[in-house]
């Protein structure tokens, strides 16, 4: 799981703060050439289904945009799905909580032969 990479309350921007961490991703990906990479956004429980849904959704392709723009990853290899608030990793009842459901999930399949 990629730890650190949150977001703001309603918000789908990716800040330069977060590069460092992005970095990681791309020296990953290209330690596998022939993966595929699936981002996968996510909120907290605040707001309505539908607004959660499509703001995961900008998170993930947020995400993934800046991994081709800003670091050279090819696009094909990208797919950027939104979870919305279905699978919580920390309780929303606390700010802690909600901090740490406003994230992205990365993973890298290795493509087999």
């Known amino acids: 799981r990629l730890v650190g990479l949150t977001f703001e309350t309603g918000s789908a921007t ?3 703060a977060q ?3 992005l970095e990681k991703v791309q020296q990953a990906a290209a330690v596998f050439p022939r ?3 699936v981002i996968e956004g996510h ?3 605040y707001g309505n289904d539908d607004t959660n849904m499509r703001l995961s959704q900008q998170r993930a392709e947020a995400v993934s945009a800046y991994l081709a723009t ?3 990853v090819p696009a094909f290899r990208m797919s950027a799905v939104g979870y919305g608030e279905t699978r919580p990793i920390a309780n929303n009842e ?5 901090e ?3 994230r992205i999930d990365i993973r890298i399949e290795p493509q087999l032969e």
């Open 100 to 102: 740490r459901n406003r």
């Open 35 to 37: 993966s595929q990479i």
């Open 14 to 16: 990716v800040s330069a």
């Open 70 to 72: 800003e670091l050279g």
């Open 43 to 45: 909120t907290d429980s």
């Open 94 to 98: 606390t700010a802690q909580g909600r």
């Open 19 to 21: 590069r460092p961490l």
